[in-house]
Nanobody, 123 residues
Framework: QPQLVESGGGLVQAGGSLRLSCAAS????????MGWFRQAPGQEREFVAV????????YYADSVKGRFTISRDNAKNTVYLQMNSLKPEDTAVYYC????????????????WGQGTQVTVSS
């Protein structure tokens, strides 16, 4: 059974940085586009970033472009989200997700999800 496990969340001051990790198991990692989403209290889950199975294409939400970087290590079955210049509005539960082959920005298009990791940015 495929499993995604996020880690690296926490409390950080505005302007700080965090690096999230998502370790995948039970699937052929290199066959999947990997995405990051987030959900703040009372809001819908929103797209953050995605990288294709071979790392060749990357998309970011406009709200994080220039501040966040998604990367993946297929040898370690892990995808990362480096978050710099964090803002209070980045506070949310962050989820990683896997979609077979092609990337997507809609949450409904993803096959597998992690349990999420909380990121809180204080002002």
């Amino acid at each position: 059974q495929p499993q995604l496990v996020e880690s690296g969340g926490g409390l950080v001051q505005a302007g700080g940085s965090l690096r999230l990790s998502c370790a995948a198991s039970g699937l052929t990692f290199s066959n999947y586009a990997m995405g990051w989403f987030r959900q703040a209290p009372g809001q819908e889950r929103e797209f953050v970033a995605v990288k294709t199975w071979n790392g060749g294409t990357t998309y970011y939400a406009d709200s994080v472009k220039g501040r966040f970087t998604i990367s993946r290590d297929n040898a370690k079955n892990t995808v990362y989200l480096q978050m710099n210049s964090l803002k209070p509005e980045d506070t949310a539960v962050y989820y990683c997700a896997a979609r077979r082959w092609n990337l997507a920005t809609m949450s409904n298009d993803y096959d597998y999800w992690g349990q999420g990791t909380q990121v809180t940015v204080s002002s």
